[in-house]
C-alpha cells in the first residue's frame, strides 16, 4: 500500500512538471508566434516601400551574373511591359543598352569584385526605349556579402533615372556658360543691393581688377545730376519687378561712362525680398556716336536749308546792271524776308538798274508776298534800281488788289520775257529812273481786275 502510494504521489509530482512545460511551451508558441506575425508585418512593410520606392533596388549575384532580387526590371524604366521585358529573356540588358555603354557596365562588374566593404560604386549608364530615344540611369552599388574566401558574391544597388536631372544641369550648364560669355554684365543682386554673383564683362565694366562680389551695386553710381543717388537706385532696381533707362557709372580713375540698365526680379513671391537681376550695356561709345550723327545730322540740315534759300531766291544776272529773281511756290514771311535780303544784296554787288521780280510760279500771293514786294521794290529804289514786277495773272492781280497792296513805284509786265525786254530797253537807253519815272512806274502799277 505505501509502495503504491509513493508511486501516485510521484507521477502526479511528473504530470505537474510536464504541464509547467506545456504551458512554458505555449507561452514560448505564442511569443513566437507574436514574433513571426511582427517580422511578418515587418517584412511585408519593408516590401511595400522597397516597392514603392522610385527607384529600381536589386540584389545581384555577380559571380553567376545573374538576379537574386529586384523590386522592378530596369526595363521597367524604358516604359516596357512585363511581357516585352520576359520576351527579351536574359539578353535585356544587351538588348536594351548600347555597346558603348554596355562595355562601360561590364568594366564596373570588374571593380565591384574588387570593392570594400562600404564602398559605394557609381556608374551611368543608358538604356533605350521603344521609340529609340534613351533614358540616363545612374547605378549605386555596394557588397551586400562576400563568399567563404571573402570575395564579393552579391551586390546590393539601386538604380535611379536621372534623365532630367542630367538635362537640366547641361541645361544650366549652357545657361552659364551663356551668361559668362555675353558681352553685356549680368549680375545678380540680393535684396540689400549686393553682387551675389557677375560675370567677367559685369566687372570689367564697373571696377576692373577688382572683387565685386558682395560689394553694393550703389558704390559705382556716378556722383552728380548726371547720376543716381543710392536711394534713387535702391528704389528702381529693387522696389520694381522690372525697370529700364540709362544710369552713369563711375571707375575708380574717376572715369564716368553710361549703360543701359535692365533690372529683373527674380522672385518676387520671396518673403525675405527679391534677389535682381541687373544687365549692362556700356553705350557711352553709342551715346557719342549719336551726338556727333545728331551734330552732323543738323550740319545736313542746314545746308540744305542753305541750298533751299539759294534755290527759293535765284538771282539770275540778264544782263550788265539787269538782275532777274524767278519765284516759285509759296512765299512766307521768312521767305519774304529773304528775298528782300537776297535782292538789295544782288544790287548793290551788280550794281545794277533794274530788278525783275517774276511770280509766274507763285501761288495766289499773300500778305507776306505782298508785303515783301512792296518793301523790296522801296529799298531797291534807295539803292537807285527799279523793280518790275512780271507774271502777275487774273488770280494773282485780284489776290493784290483784294489785300490792298501798294505797288506804287513798281513796273508791272505780263509775262518774263516783256519784263526782260523792258528792261533791256532800259538799258540800252542808259535811263535810270528818276522822279518822273516813278510817278509812271506807279501809274503803271496799278492793277485792276
Not at 53 to 68: C, G
Not at 324 to 329: F, I, N, Q, T
Request: hydrophobic share 45%; with cysteine.
Amino acid at each position: 500500500m505505501k509502495d503504491e502510494d509513493l508511486s501516485a504521489e510521484a507521477l502526479r509530482a511528473e504530470n505537474a512538471e510536464l504541464r509547467g512545460l506545456v504551458e512554458q511551451l505555449r507561452a514560448q508558441v505564442a511569443t513566437l508566434e507574436q514574433e513571426g506575425r511582427a517580422l511578418r508585418e515587418t517584412t511585408a512593410r519593408d516590401r511595400r516601400i522597397i516597392e514603392g520606392l522610385p527607384l529600381l533596388v536589386y540584389l545581384f549575384d555577380i559571380v553567376d551574373v545573374q538576379s537574386v532580387y529586384a523590386n522592378r526590371n530596369v526595363a521597367e524604366l524604358a516604359g516596357y511591359g512585363p511581357e516585352e521585358i520576359e520576351a527579351m529573356g536574359e539578353g535585356v540588358l544587351t538588348t536594351l543598352m548600347p555597346a558603348e555603354d554596355l562595355g562601360g557596365f561590364m568594366r564596373n562588374l570588374e571593380r565591384l569584385r574588387r570593392a570594400a566593404d562600404g564602398e559605394v560604386l557609381e556608374h551611368e549608364y543608358r538604356i533605350r526605349k521603344r521609340d529609340g530615344t534613351c533614358r540616363r540611369l545612374l547605378d549605386r552599388v555596394v557588397v551586400y556579402s562576400r563568399d567563404p574566401g571573402g570575395a564579393p558574391r552579391v551586390v546590393l544597388g539601386s538604380v535611379q533615372d536621372v534623365t532630367e536631372q542630367r538635362e537640366a544641369e547641361a541645361a544650366l550648364a549652357r545657361a552659364k556658360a551663356l551668361v559668362e560669355h555675353a558681352l553685356d554684365g549680368i549680375a545678380v543682386l540680393d535684396p540689400a543691393g549686393n553682387v551675389l554673383h557677375a560675370n567677367e564683362a559685369f566687372t570689367e565694366m564697373v571696377a576692373p581688377g577688382e572683387r565685386v562680389a558682395g560689394s553694393a551695386i550703389w558704390r559705382w553710381l556716378a556722383p552728380g545730376p548726371a547720376g543716381l543717388s543710392a536711394e534713387q537706385a535702391e528704389s528702381l532696381f529693387l522696389r520694381e519687378e522690372s525697370w529700364s533707362g540709362r544710369v552713369d557709372f563711375q571707375r575708380a580713375d574717376g572715369r564716368t561712362w553710361t549703360a543701359r540698365v535692365d533690372a529683373i526680379a527674380l522672385d518676387r513671391q520671396a518673403t525675405a525680398g527679391a534677389a535682381m537681376a541687373i544687365f549692362l550695356r556700356d553705350i557711352t561709345a553709342e551715346i557719342a556716336s549719336e551726338v556727333e550723327r545728331i551734330a552732323l545730322q543738323e550740319e545736313v540740315i542746314e545746308a540744305q536749308a542753305s541750298a533751299l534759300r539759294e534755290l527759293g531766291t535765284p538771282l539770275i544776272p540778264i544782263a550788265d546792271g539787269v538782275l532777274a529773281m524767278p519765284l516759285v511756290g509759296a512765299i512766307d514771311e521768312a521767305r519774304a524776308q529773304r528775298i528782300i535780303e537776297v535782292l538789295l544784296g544782288g544790287i548793290t554787288a551788280q550794281q545794277a538798274a533794274v530788278a525783275i521780280l517774276d511770280i509766274t510760279g507763285v501761288r495766289a500771293p499773300g500778305a507776306y508776298a505782298s508785303d515783301g514786294l512792296v518793301r523790296a521794290a522801296r529799298a531797291a529804289r534807295l539803292l537807285g534800281a527799279e523793280v518790275v514786277l512780271t507774271g502777275v495773272g487774273p488770280e494773282a492781280a485780284r489776290t493784290l488788289i483784294e489785300l490792298g497792296a501798294d505797288l506804287s513805284g513798281i513796273v508791272t509786265q505780263g509775262s518774263f520775257q516783256s519784263g526782260i525786254a523792258y528792261a533791256l530797253g532800259r538799258r540800252r537807253r542808259g535811263v535810270r529812273p528818276s522822279p518822273a519815272d516813278e510817278r509812271s512806274a506807279s501809274d503803271r502799277g496799278r492793277l485792276s481786275t
